[in-house]
């Protein structure tokens, strides 16, 4: 289980909230899968947002090369 709980000590989550799962009897995948990937939607999605907003306001320098797309 150690492996499961340092990585997401690092990233942020509770220490406790991954111990508690694993003495309630959750394996490694259950952890990632039920507590810390769902905790991490709102980040990803907003970075994903955030992104995709940065790309649509580049400004375009001219034509591309031909055989070179943008």
């Not at 509770?14 to 810390?36: F, H, M, Q, Y």
């Not at 769902?38 to 994903?48: H, I, K, L």
């Amino acid at each position: 289980m150690r492996s499961a709980a340092r990585p997401a000590a690092a990233a942020g989550f509770p220490k406790e909230l991954i111990e508690a799962a694993s003495l309630d009897g959750a394996g490694r995948w259950t952890i990632l899968w039920r507590i810390i990937l769902p905790m991490s939607w709102p980040t990803g999605a907003q970075c994903a947002r955030q992104t995709t907003a940065a790309r649509g306001r580049r400004p375009r320098s001219g034509p591309c090369p031909p055989g070179r797309r943008r």
